[in-house]
């Protein structure tokens, strides 16, 4: 089936990422309606805030059971159950997102995301990948093409990797929260030059205004360094690479993550 891009629902879905609620903001809306699913969103995400990820779970699991056909709280649950390390029920709940709302690609992503950095599931993730591109416009297609790069580069079809530049032309300015992934596909297709890849004090300006969102950015722009300097034939500044990445690496980065693997087996960490 061919879905149609939503513009209003995509904008709805980045202020959900965007979200930074307050407990307190939480409670008011559950004080006007305890049975609102949203209300029950936004004290997932806010428990979630506070590092409370069990108790975030356990809201979103509330919403849902006022509301079983509300995707958002099983994208919620699902992210969670993600930073805990259960990865088999994170794929679960974005699967369910997709049944209720297969034209919104975020829930393709985080479930493309999930299988390969969690379940090593590498061609299936490509698949939802590519379902992203079908649903995306060009601005938003820079994480696509980032993740289709270095996922077929870790397969070892370097080749499929170069082919997947072609999809991108990078006329289109992507989103402040796609920053990073917008600099790694520039860099893979020669419009960035190595030594300009990175400059952590233009970041700091241009980045989202969060704490630690320079490392944040740099932990996927990095990742993506690693893999382009293998594809080039570079082996010690695909090395240096991923020593810097363990150096300043955000934790629970998609890039981070992707690199501990290859960091333990050039011993750069245990």
């Given at each position: ?198 400059d952590e004090e233009k970041m700091a ?66």
């Amino acid at each position: 089936m061919k879905f149609v891009y939503n513009e209003e629902r995509d904008l709805q879905m980045r202020k959900i990422l965007m979200m930074v609620p307050k407990v307190s903001e939480a409670q008011a809306l559950l004080d006007k309606d305890s049975t609102d699913p949203y209300a029950w969103y936004v004290m997932g995400t806010a428990l979630a805030e506070e590092g409370k990820l069990e108790e975030a779970i356990d809201a979103y699991s509330t919403g849902i059971m006022y509301a079983p056909f509300y995707a958002p709280n099983y994208f919620g649950r699902g992210r969670r159950h993600n930073a805990v390390g259960e990865w088999k029920q994170a794929m679960a709940d974005f699967t369910m997102c997709i049944q209720l709302e297969p034209s919104n690609w975020t829930y393709w992503y985080y479930r493309a995301t999930t299988a390969n950095v969690r379940g090593g599931l590498l061609e299936d993730s490509i698949d939802d990948f590519r379902e992203c591109l079908n649903l995306t416009k060009p601005s938003e297609q820079y994480p696509l093409i980032h993740w289709l790069y270095t996922t077929y580069a870790e397969l070892g079809d370097y080749k499929k990797a170069e082919e997947s530049l072609n999809l991108i032309d990078c006329k289109e300015k992507a989103p402040q929260m796609d920053y990073g992934y917008e600099r790694a596909v520039q860099l893979y297709k020669g419009i960035v030059k190595p030594e300009d890849y990175i400059d952590e004090e233009k970041m700091a300006k241009v980045v989202i205004d969060r704490p630690n969102r320079v490392h944040f950015e740099e932990s996927h722009m990095l990742y993506g360094l690693y893999w382009y300097w293998k594809i080039h034939g570079d082996d010690q500044k695909a090395y240096d690479a991923i020593k810097r990445l363990q150096e300043i690496g955000y934790p629970g980065t998609f890039g981070l993550l992707k690199s501990q693997p290859i960091a333990r087996k050039l011993g750069i960490i245990k």
